[in-house]
């Protein structure tokens, strides 16, 4: 095993910096790796004979891959800190069996004049502006003063909270996970229960788009602020984005003179239901016709964003992706591919 593992020096030759780097989502089997490309995980593993071995996933503004290095990989742990940028060469291998990986040839830490960061992170493929005009449409949509008021201070253009949560992504790895993510994914759950409450009778639209609206509003606490490794903050680890949605809105709500307590606890339930059931985090169950609209309307919205983080990360070629646990199987893509 460890002999397929090596990589044969002879047939690859260190390339000069001067050659462009070339974004994961276009590399090739056979193809040469060289270039700066951000540490999104590492992980030291073991050989069968316990000799250590690194496993790096490596980004860049056009998605993600794994690169592998079989030598000197406790230094090379230590050298791929998470969020750092790192100029890497090797080669791309697309195996039947392994699958596809970047064998590392060498790694070093990049100097600063050799990457511009939104090269290295993703970002919604919607403009900030367009998103940002359509969620002050959808805002102009809610009459009740109360609602307003509360979502003004979120998502107003003043609010102290707006800027971190235009920038915030809506997850790690399943969907979204990127600058601006936490807000292309808010406004599509939003828009898509404001339209469909129109579709269901007994509905309150405005409390359901508001509770849409606000349902992942504890991500802006519970995820950090780096572009290049976004992971989750010690207060998102220690008490969850839900508790901390629901506090961060109750909060709020607090501050509002005479809020109707009825309609604080509406709104209230469907941030804590909203992942559906307590297996999966939240600390209830929908229990209003609002909630289980947002419900399903959310975890429809993160299925469907798992194909495109899928999509993104498609070899050239390839019409199905590997196994994904968000999806529980394999996303095919073979009409889109040829049309």
């Known amino acids: 095993m460890d002999q397929q593992h090596t990589l044969d020096e002879q047939q690859i030759s260190i390339p000069t910096p001067s050659e462009p780097r070339v974004p994961l989502s276009e590399l090739e089997d ?8 951000a540490v999104r995980e590492r992980e030291l593993r073991r050989k069968r004979n316990g000799e250590p071995w690194l496993r790096l996933s490596v980004g860049d503004a056009s998605g993600s891959a794994e690169a592998v290095s079989w030598e000197d990989a406790e230094a090379l742990f230590a050298l791929c800190v998470k969020g750092c940028a790192v100029y890497l060469t090797g080669s791309f291998e697309n195996s039947e069996r392994w699958g596809a990986k970047i064998k590392l040839l060498s790694v070093r830490e990049a100097e600063p004049h050799e990457f511009e960061t939104a090269d290295l992170a993703p970002e919604s ?5 367009l998103l940002e005009t359509d969620l ?7 009459q009740d ?40 994914h808010t406004l599509s759950v939003a828009q898509a229960v404001s339209a469909a409450a129109n579709f269901f009778p007994g509905i309150d639209r405005e409390v359901a788009v508001a509770g849409a609206l606000l349902h992942d509003i504890g991500k802006t606490v519970a995820y950090n602020d780096d572009p290049l490794a976004i992971d989750l903050t010690d207060a998102g680890r220690l008490q969850g984005e839900i508790p901390l949605g629901y506090y961060t809105a109750r909060r709020q709500i607090e501050e509002i003179p005479g809020f109707d307590p ?9 941030i804590l239901s909203h992942h559906g059931q307590l297996e999966h985090g939240s600390p209830v169950v929908p229990q209003t016709r609002e909630a289980v609209l947002v419900h399903m309307i ?14 993104r990360q498609l070899p050239a070629g390839e019409s199905w992706s590997g196994f994904d646990r968000a999806l529980s199987g394999s996303a095919y893509f073979g009409a889109r591919e040829a049309a």
């Open 30 to 37: 056979g193809q040469r790796v060289n270039g700066v490309y």
């Open 262 to 270: 009825a309609l604080a606890q509406c709104v209230l339930h469907i």
């Open 298 to 311: 959310d975890n429809l919205g993160g299925r469907l964003g798992s194909f495109d983080r899928l999509e």
């Open 136 to 142: 002050r449409a959808l805002l102009d949509t809610i």
């Open 145 to 184: 003063p109360q609602l307003r008021q509360l979502l003004d201070y979120f998502f107003g253009e003043l609010s102290p909270t707006w800027h971190r949560f235009r920038d915030a992504p809506a997850a790690k790895v399943y969907h979204q996970a990127y600058r601006h993510g936490l807000l292309e």
């Open 125 to 129: 493929a919607v403009s900030l502006e």
